[in-house]
């Protein structure tokens, strides 16, 4: 597939965005120690943005569903270089509580509506592989972009981390001006249209399937430290290792899975990447506590989980015609809430006093409901939907299907 260069502009902002989002939970204690408040209070940073996020997506979609992307995306980059901006400069907790929320408005609808222009801009039959171009900038900031901003967090300044975040959306927002083609708006775009489309039980089906099934990887990712740590038996200097193998491995799954969804469709894509999640995990269950391990389990259990997010996103806009970019920024936003579910569930069995391998099995159980519910989607919505596209002889045939 050649490269568009307005796919690479996506992929900017898929790099600012996934610094911005994941970058906090590696100098959230320099933050807290720098103005003054304890860890917990602290922590209000990473639910204010995933916050943002869930508020943002639906919201801002419907605001611009009038406007072209082009300047739709330009304006969500503005949003993001302005309010990371003023977070890098906030001089209390307040301040940085409402920056944070505001800088996680743009990101769901980013990633909304640069899935549906990066599908505009493929070849027919390579969508999936240009939506993971896009996602691309988010497994890019993991291996390289996050571990970088945590070193100069804890050796200069969060600050610094974030001031180049925020030059990071700025970049985003020049290479957008300047590469990204002008998509006309769909002056048949109705609001109310789009937002029916949660009227329907299939649209609440898929936020099911994003939202438990990809809780699975957080159950698991969100412990990796205290994981390979206490019961891997690596020391705390090797967990930025461990990061950048698993940040690695999410750059190849991404590739993989926009690959897989374009050949075998995406619903069946999903499925597979939710079945191997599941079976990986419950492998590291079982495997964690052998140190030679720790590095290759964490590689791969990374390119398995993220090979999901273009074929989440490829049955997203298949099954919303009309409403495809209110639906693909809806799964930003459930993708957010697994990350909440998936965090909330795997600490459980802490709580009771289990080692840190068990949140695995918690992300064992979720990662195989996402396949039985996508499994669910195949069977009940997208097969009766190819059903409704085909020609029939018949009349008693058409009725059957």
Known sequence: MSINKGLIALAFGGLAIGMTEFTMMGILPDIAADIEID???ASNLIGLYALGVVVGA???VAATSKYPAKKVLLFLMLLFFVFNAIFTFAPNHWSLFASRFISGLPHGAFFGIGSVVAAKLAKPGKEAQAISMMFTGMTIANLAGVPLGTYIGHHYSWRFTYGAISLLGLITFLAIYFWMPVIPANKNNNVVQQISYFKRWDAWLMVAVIAIGTGGLFAWISYISKLVTTVSGLSPDQVSTVMILIGAGMLV??????RLADRISPSKAAITSFAAMACCLLILFFVAHITALAYPMAFITGMIAFSIGSPLQMMLINNA?????????????????????????GAIPIAYGFAYNYPSLIGVAMAATGAVLAYIFLQKVEKKQNQKGRKFESLEELEQA
Request: hydrophobic share 40%.
């Open 321 to 345: 015609k009309g409403a495809e970019t209110f639906a693909a920024a809806g799964g930003q936003a459930s993708f957010n809430i697994g990350n909440s579910l998936g965090a909330y569930f």
């Open 58 to 60: 639906p919201t801002l």
């Open 253 to 258: 799954g991404n590739l993989i899975g926009g």
């Open 39 to 41: 860890i917990p209070t």
